[in-house]
């Protein structure tokens, strides 16, 4: 089947933190993923949101940004009763295309060693995991 590809924008908000409860996806309401900090990356010409639909049921999402010399790809996701049909490479592939048209060649995504459907898909995609790359972040707060 041929499930739809879009763009999202703020009005898909809630139908996409929806999707990413159901799918067991961490996020931050009260911090970087609540409704205002989200609005505002909607507005961001190098940030693409895209969502995948079964008819108006949203069934994948993925948001790709790029901070001028690399971009990155994060929030894929696809809901449980739709995964194993290839569904993630779509997704992948549609955010590779908008970052490599604002020139990003460079392309990474950051995934939990215990994501191992993330992970499986990124490698079908090509993408080569590095197990000697360690994230540190710092934090203003445990939501941000």
Do not use: H
């Amino acid at each position: 089947m041929d499930y739809l590809i879009r763009p999202l924008d703020i009005t898909d908000y809630e139908n996409m933190t929806e999707l990413w409860q159901r799918s067991g996806l961490p996020f931050r309401p009260k911090g970087r993923d609540s409704y205002e900090a989200m609005a505002k990356e909607f507005k961001r010409m190098e940030t693409c949101f895209f969502g995948m639909f079964d008819g108006d049921k949203m069934i994948g999402t993925i948001i790709g940004s790029s901070d001028g010399r690399k971009g990155w790809i994060n929030r894929l996701v696809i809901d449980p009763d739709y995964r194993g049909r290839k569904l993630a490479a779509r997704l992948i592939k549609e955010c590779e295309e908008y970052l490599n048209d604002l020139g990003i060649s460079v392309i990474a995504c950051l995934i939990e060693d215990v994501n191992t459907p993330s992970l499986s898909a990124f490698e079908k995609a090509g993408y080569k995991i590095s197990n000697e790359i360690l994230y540190c972040s710092k934090r203003p707060s445990e939501d941000a």
